[in-house]
Nanobody, 116 residues
Framework: QVQLVESGGGLVQAGGSLRLSCAAS?????????MGWYRQAPGKQRELVAQITGGGRTNYADVVKGRFTISRDNPKNTVYLQMNSLKPEDTAVYYC?????????WGKGTLVTVSS
């Protein structure tokens, strides 16, 4: 059974940084599978933040380009999201997503709160 566990969320002041981690477990190897980070702010729909393919190609939402960086460590089955220059509008629950051979898996999310 695939499990994704996010960590690294918290409270930070505007302009600060956080690094989120997502570890995949369950006797799987994610090296060729796309992974991504999504977020959902209160009262809003879940939205894509960043994606990374198995080969390391990345894609970002326009609102985070230049501030966020997604990366992966395949031997550790882990994907990261480095978030710099955080803004209050980045406040949301951040979810990790794994596309494992056509089946999507979600973590339970980690809360990021950016104070002004």
């Amino acid at each position: 059974q695939v499990q994704l566990v996010e960590s690294g969320g918290g409270l930070v002041q505007a302009g600060g940084s956080l690094r989120l981690s997502c570890a995949a477990s369950g006797s799987i190897f994610i090296s060729i599978n796309p992974m991504g980070w999504y977020r959902q702010a209160p009262g809003k729909q879940r939205e894509l933040v960043a994606q990374i393919t198995g080969g390391g190609r990345t894609n970002y939402a326009d609102v985070v380009k230049g501030r966020f960086t997604i990366s992966r460590d395949n031997p550790k089955n882990t994907v990261y999201l480095q978030m710099n220059s955080l803004k209050p509008e980045d406040t949301a629950v951040y979810y990790c997503h794994l596309d494992y051979y056509g089946t999507g898996y979600w973590g339970k999310g980690t809360l990021v709160t950016v104070s002004s």
